[in-house]
């Protein structure tokens, strides 16, 4: 039974209610059996006879027995933006293009998700249940690729306020074929999780996918951006900047990168509650997943890694934009990027008045959301209590 083995203890507080806080009672990460291959190839360089190591794996290689499926296909794109940096009077511009990481679906959740789906594949789960607002980009991509691998989707989705963008990503999640339903409040939705996982063969995923072991994926996102940069002979960052919701992409990034040898601060822009995102919380999972990583591999260095929290673009709350997300969305957009007012506009608004304001010279802004067009159609059986988002009217 996967049920007693699974997340459900480590579910933090939710992004989807910017006043609700939940706290739960912590767990003990466990060391994972091997299963299967953790190599994942790199598209430009890929032969069949010779897949390419990802750069954390080339310097610890012990960490390979960590389970994993491969989502990714290789180190999404860097680019330079000579247009925005003229705009932001800035040095270099670099943005880290995780938006491409996967032709079904991109964006920063993926990451995560290559090591949480093969834990649960590992421990035989059939079903995932996860949870998020309305629109929540983590529950679409635990939809997208959990039903891609032949397993069951059960979202507790919780309210948000609607909006064109809210609509979308919610008929792209019903359309991968999960189940969703809507919960009132996050201690509801928790209980619900419970119930599913008595009933067996079900594995619980933490709100936004944030756990020691999903916060693993960014810890190969900083090593693989630091291959880059160093290939690419670029001058690495003075800053990178990244959304802040459930902490461990941040979290993850600023652990890698600094294990890495990159010296670089990486600034999370609050896109959450500041309960959610504080730094009492930060620290703690800085550790976490540090004392994971050494659990496998005991050469993994003790760093001085630190996230800087930007709480400056968060406005009233969760999902509710401001004037300086907005303007950051045109801004980008003139610029060839798409952004949403949750959290990318956010982060990239705080990037551009550090820019403007003399902060900061060399930034690299990292694009966790996936713009795309999705499939076309509208989902069938859709839940009653969730039809008002799908026609932009909310509860």
């Known amino acids: 039974m996967v049920g007693r083995r699974s997340f459900l203890?480590?579910?933090?507080?939710?992004?989807?209610?910017?006043?609700?806080?939940?706290?739960a009672p912590r767990a003990t990460a466990r060391r994972a059996r091997p299963a299967g291959s953790s190599v994942?190839?790199?598209?430009?360089?890929?032969?069949?006879?010779?897949?390419?190591?990802?750069?954390?794996?080339?310097?610890?290689?012990?960490l390979s027995v960590i389970p994993r499926v491969e989502l990714t296909s290789g180190p999404t794109p860097i680019e330079r933006s000579s247009a925005l940096e003229a705009q932001l009077g800035l040095e270099s511009l670099v943005i880290k293009r995780d938006d491409l990481a996967n032709p079904a679906y991109g964006g920063g959740k993926v990451r995560k998700l290559e090591t949480v789906l093969a834990e649960a594949e590992r421990l035989g789960a059939k079903r995932l249940v996860t949870f998020g607002s309305v629109g929540s980009h983590h529950a679409l991509a635990t939809a997208v690729h959990g039903r891609a691998r032949g397993l069951e989707v059960e979202l507790l989705l919780l309210p948000e306020p609607p909006s064109a963008h809210v609509r979308e990503t919610l008929r792209r999640t019903l359309l991968s074929g999960a189940r969703a339903s809507l919960a009132p409040s996050m201690k509801s939705a928790l209980g619900r999780a419970a119930e599913l996982e008595r009933e067996g063969d079900t594995f619980v995923i933490p709100v936004g996918g944030t756990?020691?072991?999903?916060?693993?994926?960014?810890?190969?996102?900083?090593?693989?951006?630091?291959?880059?940069?160093?290939?690419?002979?670029?001058?690495?960052?003075?800053?990178?900047?990244?959304p802040l919701g459930t902490n461990g992409s941040a979290v993850g990034?600023?652990?890698?990168?600094?294990?890495?040898?990159?010296?670089?601060?990486?600034?999370?822009?609050?896109?959450s509650s500041p309960t959610t995102s504080s730094e009492a919380h930060v620290r703690e999972a800085i550790a976490s997943t540090a004392a994971l990583l050494r659990s496998y591999d005991e050469t993994f260095p003790e760093v001085d890694a630190g996230v800087e929290i930007d709480g400056a673009e968060l406005g009233r709350g969760y999902a509710l934009p401001t004037a300086r997300a907005k303007r950051a969305v045109?801004?980008?957009?003139?610029?060839?990027?798409?952004?949403?007012?949750?959290?990318?506009a956010k982060a990239f608004a705080a990037l551009c008045r550090d820019a403007e304001r003399g902060k900061v010279k060399r930034a690299l802004f990292w694009l966790t959301h996936d713009a795309r067009p999705g499939p076309a159609g509208d989902p069938t059986n859709v839940p009653h209590e969730l039809g008002g988002w799908l026609r932009g009217e909310g509860a």
Do not use: K
């Open 9 to 23: 203890a480590l579910a933090l507080a939710g992004c989807a209610l910017p006043d609700e806080t939940l706290r």
């Open 40 to 62: 994942a190839p790199e598209p430009a360089a890929r032969r069949d006879d010779a897949p390419v190591v990802p750069a954390m794996l080339s310097a610890h290689p012990r």
């Open 211 to 242: 756990s020691p072991l999903a916060n693993v994926g960014f810890v190969a996102a900083g090593f693989e951006l630091a291959a880059q940069l160093a290939s690419s002979g670029a001058e690495p960052p003075e800053r990178v900047y990244i």
């Open 253 to 271: 990034l600023a652990l890698g990168l600094r294990a890495a040898g990159l010296d670089c601060r990486v600034v999370g822009v609050r896109a």
């Open 330 to 344: 045109d801004r980008a957009s003139d610029a060839g990027l798409a952004l949403e007012t949750t959290y990318t």
